[in-house]
């Protein structure tokens, strides 16, 4: 059986799936994911450039860009820096970061 290789839009839903699945996640862990649109297209258009690797070579991509460096600010971030984690893009790269809450009344 052949197997015809996603199209760009196809890979881009599957990306958005997935992080949505990992957003759904952590937010069970009282942590807000905000994630810009364009690291879905980034995420799809990597799994693009190897056409061979399809749905499972995005998931490698989703493992490698999202939840390894999201476990890892989780595992080293200070408490006040894990609530809010950020996934956007950045010159092309997918970055993630936790946003520390501004004090009130200061």
């Known amino acids: 059986i052949?197997?015809?290789?996603?199209?760009l839009s196809a890979l881009v839903e599957i990306a958005r799936t997935k992080i949505m699945e990992i957003q759904e996640r952590v937010s069970l862990?009282?942590?807000n994911l905000?994630?810009?649109?364009?690291?879905?297209?980034?995420?799809?258009?990597?799994?693009?450039?190897?056409?061979?690797?399809?749905?499972?070579?995005?998931?490698?991509?989703?493992i490698n860009r999202v939840e390894t460096p999201l476990a890892n600010i989780l595992v080293n971030s200070p408490p006040n820096a894990r609530n809010n984690i950020h996934l956007?893009?950045?010159?092309?790269?997918?970055?993630?970061?936790?946003?520390?809450?501004?004090?009130?009344g200061i």
């Open 88 to 104: 956007y893009e950045d010159s092309g790269k997918i970055q993630i970061k936790g946003v520390v809450p501004a004090l009130k």
């Open 34 to 62: 905000t994630i810009e649109p364009t690291v879905y297209e980034i995420i799809a258009k990597e799994a693009k450039e190897e056409p061979s690797c399809g749905a499972r070579g995005l998931m490698r991509i989703v």
């Open 2 to 7: 052949l197997f015809s290789p996603l199209d």
């Open 29 to 31: 862990l009282g942590i």
